[in-house]
């Protein structure tokens, strides 16, 4: 089964659907997505996207708390990139359909999140993704030029590899000619050949036990990538969203938007008392890999399985108006929150890092782009700062699109690609090789490779992944391809890249925290011991 389009693009998040809007009056557009289009990291989005609105905020006062975030990593050049460009993107979404809150002034209600030295995050209560990918998606599906395919999973992208070439990590020139598709319910591959691909697969929280991250999330581009040799960086930047709600057994793990504690809830502990002064000065609003490993530190110190966020002291009716699925979900598993705390705990959110790109979301890979959380921009450095992501991916799929558009009309399928050859495969009847391998995976990574690492947990966690890896790959080779065995190989490959880059940085710096290149964070557990 063949398919022949101008533009692929494998992901139905903001990312993806906004590329595919901007370049579909050009090409034919297939959109590969391998749940339901609305299912994405997108839609679960809480808090808003930050942008710069009204005086007295500035795009210079956002550059720096994005650098400042970003502790060193960040590139300035990427970041005045973004921020210059944020106001034009959120007007975008706007003219798309997408609507944020309003003061009855009829200004935006801005809301403040961590590391934020100003009001700038646009909201749509406490439902923001949802409200943006119903408007992406309500434009995508009526545009005649754009189909999209839902529960469709893509493999691998095709390069010349595929042709018989042999590629290495110093082949110059590498090119992509689109992607092989599995449909699940055909056991079909499907070869999709493209002029230009976008990849929008988003992040990999799934590498981890807790994780707020929708079951999508399992690093399929990042991994893509990697195996066709292109370029992947910054793995070991994994942000930990502070507050998740504990509620063992729960996956993905609900998110606690730091909304909440822009709008005046605090951290406080079993007995009730504050700590985060005892870490930052900016207390619970404090850059959340610092309010992460805080909470961390809490729980080792104490033994508890959690902490509590406290909004009982804030405006009930305005509470309830604001963070209405909040409310709602805590009240469905008997918390109050306008009465009682919320029991939260740490939870794996965001993958900094992935596929390097440039100014115009260009890979290593010729004709091949990488926008949204699967892309590693330079935006973020080594932390992100909240609500910059789903900017982000605004900003640079309009980018991508307007390079990609520049190329387009100079560019042809590459028709010699071959089918997907699977010969000699049976079908794989033991699922337990494949949920039990998930399993010791997601362990290894959240005790070895979680909030706190050292040296010693990076290898025990090397070690063990080297022989799941092993065993996995053993499995792909001799199986007939289901989504799940190609997650988990997926989920492996990132793992390793998230290890092996954490070996490599030898301090701790943003969200990479080493007890062997200990820091504030260490002084504080030792004088409380
Ligand atoms: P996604 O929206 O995750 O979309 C990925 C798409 O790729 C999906 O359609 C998926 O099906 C598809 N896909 C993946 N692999 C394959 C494959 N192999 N084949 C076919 N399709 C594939 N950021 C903010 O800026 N502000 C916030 O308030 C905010 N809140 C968040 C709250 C939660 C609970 C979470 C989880 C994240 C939040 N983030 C927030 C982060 C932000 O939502 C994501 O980084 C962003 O939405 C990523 O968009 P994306 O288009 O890159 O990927
Ligand atoms: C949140 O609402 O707390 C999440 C914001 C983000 O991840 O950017």
Same mark, same amino acid.
């Given at each position: 089964?063949?398919?022949?389009?101008?533009?692929?693009?494998?992901?139905?998040?903001?990312?993806?659907?906004?590329?595919?809007?901007?370049?579909?009056?050009?090409?034919?557009?297939?959109?590969?997505?391998?749940?339901?289009?609305?299912?994405?990291?997108?839609?679960?989005?809480? #808090?808003?996207?930050?942008?710069?609105?009204? *005086?007295?905020?500035?795009?210079?006062?956002?550059?720096?708390?994005?650098?400042?975030?970003?502790?060193? +990593?960040?590139?300035?050049?990427?970041?005045?990139?973004?921020?210059?460009?944020?106001? /034009? =993107?959120?007007? /975008?979404?706007?003219?798309?359909?997408?609507?944020?809150? !309003?003061?009855?002034?009829?200004?935006?209600? +801005?809301? =403040?999140?961590?590391?934020?030295?100003?009001?700038?995050?646009?909201?749509?209560?406490?439902?923001?993704?949802?409200? $943006?990918?119903?408007?992406?998606?309500?434009?995508?599906?009526?545009?005649?030029?754009?189909? $999209?395919? /839902?529960?469709?999973?893509?493999?691998?992208?095709?390069?010349?590899?595929?042709?018989?070439?042999?590629?290495?990590?110093?082949?110059?020139?590498?090119?992509?000619?689109?992607?092989?598709?599995?449909?699940?319910?055909?056991?079909?591959?499907?070869?999709? +050949? *493209?002029?230009?691909?976008?990849?929008?697969?988003?992040?990999?929280?799934?590498?981890?036990?807790?994780?707020?991250?929708?079951?999508?999330?399992?690093?399929?581009?990042?991994?893509?990538?990697?195996?066709?040799? #292109?370029?992947?960086?910054?793995?070991?930047?994994?942000?930990?969203?502070?507050?998740?709600?504990?509620?063992?057994? /729960?996956?993905? *793990?609900?998110?606690?938007?730091?909304?909440?504690?822009?709008?005046?809830?605090?951290?406080?502990?079993?007995?009730?008392?504050?700590?985060?002064?005892?870490?930052?000065?900016?207390?619970?609003?404090?850059?959340?890999?610092?309010?992460?490993?805080?909470?961390?530190? &809490?729980?080792?110190?104490?033994?508890?399985?959690?902490?509590?966020?406290?909004?009982?002291?804030?405006? !009930?009716?305005?509470?309830?108006?604001?963070?209405?699925?909040?409310?709602?979900?805590?009240?469905?598993?008997? %918390?109050? @929150?306008?009465?009682?705390?919320?029991?939260?705990?740490?939870?794996?959110?965001?993958?900094?890092?992935?596929?390097?790109?440039?100014?115009?979301?260009?890979?290593?890979? &010729?004709?091949?782009?990488?926008?949204?959380?699967?892309?590693?921009?330079?935006?973020? #450095?080594?932390?992100?700062?909240? *609500?910059?992501?789903?900017? &982000?991916?605004?900003?640079?799929?309009?980018?991508?699109?307007?390079?990609?558009?520049?190329? %387009?009309?100079?560019?042809?399928?590459?028709?010699?690609?071959?089918?997907?050859?699977?010969?000699?495969?049976?079908?794989?009847?033991?699922?337990?090789? $494949?949920?039990?391998?998930?399993?010791?995976?997601?362990?290894?990574?959240?005790?070895?490779?979680? $909030?706190?690492?050292?040296?010693?947990?990076?290898?025990?966690?090397?070690?063990?992944?080297? @022989?799941?890896?092993?065993?996995?790959?053993? +499995?792909?080779?001799?199986?007939?391809?289901?989504?799940?065995?190609?997650?988990?190989?997926?989920?492996?490959?990132?793992?390793?890249?998230?290890?092996?880059?954490?070996?490599?940085? !030898?301090?701790?710096?943003?969200?990479?925290?080493?007890?062997?290149?200990?820091?504030?964070?260490?002084?504080?557990?030792?004088?409380?011991?």
């Amino acid at each position: 089964m063949r398919k022949e389009v101008d533009f692929l693009v494998i992901g139905s998040g903001i990312a993806g659907l906004s590329f595919a809007l901007k370049v579909a009056d050009h090409g034919k557009v297939l959109v590969i997505t391998k749940d339901h289009a609305e299912e994405t990291a997108t839609k679960y989005a809480q #808090g808003g996207i930050a942008a710069v609105m009204y *005086s007295p905020d500035t795009y210079e006062k956002h550059i720096q708390d994005t650098l400042i975030a970003g502790d060193g +990593l960040c590139n300035e050049n990427i970041v005045r990139i973004a921020i210059t460009e944020s106001t /034009e =993107r959120v007007r /975008e979404l706007i003219g798309w359909g997408a609507e944020f809150d !309003k003061k009855e002034t009829g200004k935006y209600d +801005l809301a =403040r999140e961590g590391g934020h030295s100003e009001y700038r995050v646009l909201h749509h209560k406490d439902q923001t993704g949802w409200e $943006i990918i119903r408007a992406l998606l309500h434009q995508a599906q009526n545009h005649p030029n754009i189909e $999209i395919l /839902e529960n469709h999973f893509a493999i691998d992208i095709i390069t010349q590899h595929h042709l018989g070439t042999k590629i290495t990590r110093l082949t110059k020139g590498i090119k992509c000619f689109g992607a092989y598709i599995l449909c699940p319910d055909s056991g079909k591959i499907l070869t999709v +050949l *493209s002029k230009i691909t976008l990849l929008a697969t988003g992040g990999a929280g799934n590498v981890y036990h807790v994780t707020t991250n929708p079951d999508v999330a399992t690093g399929d581009g990042i991994a893509m990538v990697y195996r066709a040799k #292109g370029l992947v960086e910054n793995m070991e930047f994994v942000q930990f969203h502070p507050t998740s709600l504990f509620n063992p057994n /729960e996956r993905p *793990s609900f998110l606690i938007t730091e909304a909440l504690r822009g709008f005046g809830a605090v951290l406080t502990n079993r007995m009730g008392e504050e700590f985060m002064q005892r870490y930052d000065p900016r207390k619970s609003l404090a850059p959340r890999d610092i309010v992460a490993r805080a909470i961390d530190s &809490e729980m080792i110190l104490s033994g508890d399985e959690y902490v509590y966020l406290d909004c009982t002291h804030l405006e !009930k009716n305005s509470l309830i108006d604001h963070f209405p699925t909040i409310y709602a979900k805590c009240l469905s598993i008997g %918390i109050n @929150i306008t009465r009682d705390r919320i029991p939260v705990v740490p939870a794996a959110h965001y993958l900094c890092g992935g596929i390097k790109t440039d100014e115009f979301a260009r890979t290593t890979i &010729e004709n091949l782009y990488a926008s949204g959380e699967c892309a590693s921009s330079g935006l973020h #450095g080594a932390n992100r700062l909240a *609500s910059n992501s789903l900017l &982000e991916s605004a900003v640079f799929s309009h980018r991508a699109s307007q390079d990609a558009l520049l190329k %387009i009309a100079h560019l042809s399928l590459c028709r010699e690609i071959p089918d997907w050859n699977a010969e000699g495969t049976v079908l794989n009847e033991e699922t337990i090789l $494949i949920t039990q391998t998930m399993r010791e995976l997601q362990s290894t990574m959240t005790y070895y490779v979680g $909030i706190v690492r050292s040296n010693l947990r990076l290898q025990r966690a090397l070690d063990r992944l080297a @022989i799941i890896y092993r065993e996995t790959e053993e +499995l792909y080779n001799r199986s007939v391809l289901t989504v799940k065995i190609c997650e988990l190989r997926n989920l492996i490959n990132v793992a390793y890249l998230i290890v092996k880059m954490a070996q490599q940085r !030898k301090e701790s710096r943003g969200l990479h925290y080493s007890l062997d290149y200990s820091g504030k964070l260490e002084e504080i557990k030792n004088s409380r011991r």
